[in-house]
């Protein structure tokens, strides 16, 4: 019987690539610091005609928490992807630039890329402590349904306060106080996911049985679609009782993809936009705000000096920019109000132009396509589903924040992950890329070679002496 290889090469293959991500990591990482100092400085020279002193602090404050982290994710996930860390740098540190930019454009509203800065210090501490404690992502599926109750507390905090301390701009989706404010949905989208890929795993079998066909797809039973209408008549409660339209539509979007990755039926796909679309008409006819919002965007023009201001200079501002951009510290962006945190992608675009803000969507596209990778590699099905909902959640929070700044979707109150003002979205999304650098590590670390155990057949005759 052929035993296992004993070739040393064998052995040591897989490990001659933790040296090549290492320095392809720390490269990039480089890069990403690089460019966001040189961005600095770009602005402090076109805006003030010098470089601020606190530049030198902020370069150095900035390099350590990359090389920090950088030395982590080598540590403790030496075989994740290089490329997550990088690209979450890239967006991070232009989202300090351009939250710096219009810092000195109304320097009356005060200092936030301090303060986003100290969110980014402690949203990597809950990066490097998910690395530390989530050694492996499988165990996650045995505290499912615990983070399932989590993430509907979590969701429904700001539903039961008062709204003295949890409406912002119509939307109860704060807890505020002592000056201090957290959004606590942040965090229970990453709950719910994590419980959706524990439960899609223990039911895809049942979910993936048909029932009839129609037009050439095959329809679930009708038992079967109680996951489905609960989370639909949880998405309506979050609008009715929140006021929230981002977060019921990135929760009901999330599942649907989810449960389409588990089961393979595009059927599910059917299903969840018809329940959107009957969600949507009963949302505009019952609830103002809603209609107010569908109203806005369809004619911004039309409500200039009211609810479609905000839209109307984001769209002056994406004009002015062209293609090429004003330049950093060229433009207007502080004409269009809350552009630090929910249009700072309309700052981007008149800044960057529309090459450059392209070139922002590809680093996130890129994100995401390491993400989901990470799932089509991944060895267990709780790992791919995972993996598959977390980096949807980052691209549909991107194409839904995007469809609002460009008026291709209406407004729904979302920020732009890991570039826009917010410290519970940063370190919610740190959090978030922290799962899938651990996903990654053990998608990409080399199996265990197993040895087969001597059969009883094959084991030599010995004869024993009495």
């Known amino acids: 019987m052929a035993g296992p290889s004993t070739d040393p090469r064998a052995a040591a293959a897989p490990g001659a690539t933790v040296p090549t991500r290492r320095g392809t990591e720390a490269l990039l990482l480089a890069f990403a610091v690089l460019l966001t100092l040189a961005a600095q400085c770009i602005v402090d020279l076109t805006v003030t005609g010098s470089l601020r002193p606190e530049?030198?602090?902020?370069?150095?404050?900035?390099?350590?928490?990359?090389?920090?982290?950088?030395?982590?994710?080598?540590?403790?996930?030496?075989?994740?992807?290089?490329?997550?860390?990088?690209?979450?740098?890239?967006?991070?540190?232009?989202?300090?630039?351009?939250?710096?930019?219009?810092?000195?454009?109304?320097?009356?509203?005060?200092?936030?890329?301090?303060?986003?800065?100290?969110?980014?210090?402690?949203?990597?501490?809950?990066?490097?402590?998910?690395?530390?404690?989530?050694?492996?992502?499988r165990l996650l599926s045995r505290y499912a349904y615990i983070l399932m109750l989590v993430g509907l507390v979590l969701l429904a905090i700001p539903a039961v306060l008062p709204a003295s301390i949890s409406e912002v701009y119509g939307a109860k989706l704060w807890i505020r106080v002592a000056g201090f404010s957290i959004q606590?949905?942040?965090?229970?989208?990453?709950?719910?996911?994590?419980?959706?890929?524990?439960?899609?795993?223990?039911?895809?079998?049942?979910?993936?049985?048909?029932?009839?066909?129609?037009?050439?797809?095959?329809?679930?039973?009708?038992?079967?679609?109680?996951p489905v209408i609960v989370v639909w008549v949880l998405s309506i409660l979050v609008l009715v009782f929140e006021r929230d339209l981002g977060s019921s539509l990135l929760l009901f979007g999330i599942f649907?993809?989810?449960?389409?990755?588990?089961?393979?039926?595009?059927?599910?796909?059917?299903?969840?936009?018809?329940?959107?679309?009957?969600?949507?008409?009963?949302?505009?006819?019952?609830?103002?705000?809603?209609?107010?919002?569908?109203?806005?965007?369809?004619?911004?023009?039309?409500?200039?000096?009211?609810?479609?201001?905000?839209?109307?200079?984001?769209?002056?501002?994406?004009?002015?920019?062209?293609?090429f951009g004003a330049g950093l510290g060229g433009g207007r962006p502080d004409a269009v109000p809350i552009a630090k945190s929910d249009f700072i992608g309309s700052a981007v675009g008149e800044e960057l132009g529309l090459f450059g803000l392209a070139a922002v969507i590809m680093v996130y596209l890129i994100l995401v396509e390491r993400g989901l990778r990470t799932s089509l590699i991944v060895r267990d099905p709780f790992g791919k589903l995972l993996a598959a909902g977390l980096s949807f959640a980052v691209a549909w929070q991107l194409f839904v924040v995007l469809g609002g700044v460009t008026g291709l979707l209406p407004l729904t109150g979302l920020t732009t992950p890991f570039l826009a003002y917010g410290g519970s979205s940063?370190?919610?999304?740190?959090?978030?890329?922290?799962?899938?650098?651990?996903?990654?590590?053990?998608?990409?670390?080399?199996?265990?070679?197993?040895?087969?155990?001597?059969?009883?057949?094959?084991?030599?005759t010995e004869v024993v002496q009495p």
């Not at 740098?89 to 232009?94: H, P, Q």
Request: charged fraction near 15%; aromatic fraction near 10%; hydrophobic fraction near 55%.
């Open 55 to 137: 530049l030198a602090t902020f370069g150095i404050w900035f390099t350590a928490l990359w090389t920090g982290a950088h030395l982590v994710v080598r540590r403790f996930a030496p075989y994740a992807d290089p490329l997550l860390l990088p690209c979450v740098a890239v967006l991070t540190g232009l989202g300090l630039v351009m939250i710096h930019r219009l810092d000195i454009a109304d320097p009356d509203a005060g200092s936030d890329a301090p303060v986003q800065l100290l969110w980014a210090t402690i949203g990597l501490v809950l990066f490097v402590a998910v690395l530390l404690t989530v050694r492996d992502h």
């Open 426 to 460: 940063l370190v919610a999304n740190f959090g978030l890329v922290a799962l899938l650098v651990r996903i990654s590590d053990a998608a990409r670390r080399p199996a265990t070679p197993h040895v087969a155990p001597q059969r009883l057949t094959d084991a030599p």
């Open 184 to 226: 606590p949905g942040e965090f229970a989208k990453i709950c719910l996911v994590i419980f959706f890929a524990a439960y899609l795993v223990d039911k895809r079998d049942v979910l993936a049985l048909a029932s009839r066909k129609v037009m050439g797809l095959e329809f679930p039973r009708g038992r079967d679609l109680g």
């Open 256 to 323: 649907v993809v989810m449960i389409y990755v588990a089961t393979e039926r595009a059927s599910w796909v059917v299903i969840g936009l018809l329940m959107f679309a009957a969600g949507a008409t009963l949302a505009y006819n019952a609830f103002g705000h809603v209609q107010a919002r569908v109203d806005t965007w369809l004619d911004p023009f039309a409500y200039y000096d009211g609810s479609g201001y905000q839209v109307a200079q984001s769209l002056f501002g994406l004009g002015t920019g062209g293609l």
